[in-house]
């Protein structure tokens, strides 16, 4: 079994190419979920929604467990310019990793005076067993003793595809995961019409033939799932969301704490009438809307302990919070909107039928682990 997790490959940038992955005739939407890959990938590693597996966005909340940001306060003392600086956070980014964060982080442009208001929420390597509080495809792998070798982020994307296509030419193992962010990088400098978008469709697809074509140990028939987290939206607007907030009297820091991703703003309140004062402001901006209660249950992002917010503002699809904690300037493209906007659909494809009940990211871990099953069967 070889599954090629290509980030940010969605169900309708997969259709733009024509011809795109032939050989993996079977194919179908993925409904993904609210959000970005920090919560996708834990859905579709252990199969449950956030609010189970506890894996949101990549900041949420201190004070559920010790900070990595800690003591970072005193940076406020700082000059401007220097806490600015790119030199201080690459140093920043290694005292992290020294404190012992082994999953994937960055430090973005996150004012570094507010770092210690906030925490990671992957601090555990996510393609490792143990890597959530729940259990994961990687546990299950462990615990039957199964054969299988993975790459991720960690390796770069034409080295881990040589070195994988090495593994299925020698045989030794029962299951192979390739996971890559190249594409999720590219479509954001690029946007979904970009030249190196399509040369890296083209890519994928060339690679994929000639796996299938390679002879095989033993004659072993090779199955292959090729997937994704969720797609890609062409951002055309820009939002700046602070900026409607600056003439209120309730102030950041004293009032409220937020935090401003790509495509949300989060927040906790210190008292009721900064989140009246800030709700009533922020309905004003007609490209955007507030979460209610029932859509946050109905995305498994209904936390308890409300650590990714009390409340979340989400722009609409193609619309950009900029500036924001994710970065200044624009991007071409962006995900983390609507789950249901047609071009955030993930895709699943493969050259094995495909079940009626694979529908959501969170069926993955358990379709694929049925698999396995059929696999071993087979080869008895």
Known sequence: MVVLFVDALGWRLARSRPGFAAELPHRREIATILGFSSGAL??????????????????????LEPSPFSHFEHLRWLPPRLRRSWRLSRWLTRVVERRGVRGYFNLYEVPVEELPRFDLAEKADLFAPGGLPVETLWDVLARRGVRWRGWNWRTPEERALAELRGRVAAGEEDFLFLYTADLDALLHREGSRGEGVRARLDRYGAWLRELLAAPRPHGRPLWIYLCSDHGMVDVVETVDVRARLRALPERPGRDYVAFYDSTMARFWWRSAGARAAVQAALAAEPRGRW??????????????????????????????????????????????????????????????????????????????????????????
Not at 42 to 48: H, I
Not at 328 to 333: E, H, I, L, T
């Open 291 to 380: 979460l209610g209660a029932d859509e946050r249950a109905r995305e498994g992002v209904d936390f308890r302990a409300a650590e990714y917010g009390d409340d979340v503002f989400l722009l609409r699809p193609g619309a950009l919070v900029l500036p924001s904690y994710m970065g200044s300037r624009p991007v071409a493209a962006m995900h983390g909107y609507d789950a249901a906007h047609p071009d955030m659909t993930a895709l699943l494809a493969s050259n094995r039928e495909l079940p009626e009940d694979v529908r959501h990211l969170a069926d993955l871990r358990g379709f694929l682990e049925r698999e396995l099953d059929a696999q071993r069967a087979e080869a008895a």
């Open 42 to 63: 834990p859905t579709a590693f252990s199969g449950r929604l956030p609010r189970e597996h506890g894996r949101w966005l990549m900041y949420r909340r201190a004070g």
